[in-house]
T-cell receptor, first 115, second 116 residues
Framework: AQKVTQAQTEISVVEKEDVTLDCVYETRDTTYYLFWYKQPPSGELVFLIRRNSFDEQNEISGRYSWNFQKSTSSFNFTITASQVVDSAVYFCALRTTSGTYKYIFGTGTRLKVLA | DTGVSQDPRHKITKRGQNVTFRCDPISEHNRLYWYRQTLGQGPEFLTYFQNEAQLEKSRLLSDRFSAERPKGSFSTLEIQRTEQGDSAMYLC??????????????FGSGTRLTVV
């Protein structure tokens, strides 16, 4: 079975602090994709990053960075110098590489960045 | 490209009533998805269309739910005899065949259904 676990339900930080959101996944597929999405209060899911199972390179995009470790089935997301605008619910998701391409989402982590 | 549009944004209905939601995908996208998101949970897959063909339905989609995508353009999701457990955000997403491999879906803002 495929499963995504985001154990942190809610995190509160003070602006400018760094914060890491954890994601652990389970799959028997050898090829798969992992995603992070941001869901602001408006409800729309905003794509942040996609990582395929062959590429374990970490990635940095501005204040965002992602750490993919296949050995521990983890795909963690770090926001450096957090800002109030980062407040949202963040979802990690696993997706197949063929067929329906449907997502398996985690339960999300609500991030509150306090001014 | 105006994104994925969903209508209405909010719907309050009485238990037992029928409701219909509409999704307008990005025009060149041939893949269309419906997901349901309940409070405190991540979105869960409901159904998938490739053009006008409904190719997969989740077991979550009971016989009270029906989805259509006539002519492979917009899609509708109908819930008959609504129950309080149907209260959720219903998200639509679309993608092209090339785009889905590289970028994933584009999601709409969702329709929030409240059954009272």
């Amino acid at each position: 079975a495929q499963k995504v676990t985001q154990a942190q339900t809610e995190i509160s930080v003070v602006e400018k602090e760094d914060v890491t959101l954890d994601c652990v996944y389970e799959t028997r597929d050898t090829t798969y994709y992992l995603f992070w999405y941001k869901q602001p209060p408006s409800g729309e899911l905003v794509f942040l990053i996609r990582r395929n199972s062959f590429d374990e390179q970490n990635e940095i995009s501005g204040r965002y960075s992602w750490n993919f470790q296949k050995s521990t089935s983890s795909f963690n997301f770090t926001i450096t110098a957090s800002q109030v605008v980062d407040s949202a619910v963040y979802f990690c998701a696993l997706r197949t590489t063929s067929g329906t391409y449907k997502y398996i989402f985690g339960t999300g982590t609500r991030l509150k960045v306090l001014a | 490209d105006t994104g994925v549009s969903q209508d209405p944004r909010h719907k309050i209905t009485k238990r037992g009533q029928n409701v219909t939601f509409r999704c307008d995908p990005i025009s060149e996208h041939n893949r269309l998805y419906w997901y349901r998101q309940t409070l405190g949970q991540g979105p869960e897959f409901l159904t998938y269309f490739q053009n006008e063909a409904q190719l997969e339905k989740s077991r979550l989609l009971s016989d009270r739910f029906s989805a259509e995508r006539p002519k492979g353009s917009f899609s509708t999701l109908e819930i008959q005899r609504t129950e309080q457990g149907d209260s959720a955000m219903y998200l639509c997403a679309s993608s092209s065949l090339v785009g889905i491999a590289n970028y994933g879906y584009t999601f709409g803002s969702g329709t929030r259904l409240t059954v009272v």
